[in-house]
């Protein structure tokens, strides 16, 4: 079985891991979208951001994104 590994953040700690990414800026001026519905993800609403050809992507909160987040992982993962 192939070891994974999952990286995760605290929400305290979430500010600055997004101004080291640099795209807190974006995030704070509302022009970071959700990969899966296309809007605006607030601060509050990022339910996980993750690396897509050479760019910082985000979903949001939305149950329906989070069920496509773990869709498109699942096929990233297996290429179904």
Known sequence: MEKETLKTLHEQDLEQYLEKLGVLSSVNNGSVKCKFCGD???????????????????ACDKPACIKSL?????QKKYGE
């Open 40 to 58: 605006k993800v607030r601060l509050d609403g990022i339910h996980a951001l993750f690396p897509e050809s050479g760019e910082v992507k985000f």
């Open 70 to 74: 773990n869709e498109y992982l699942r």
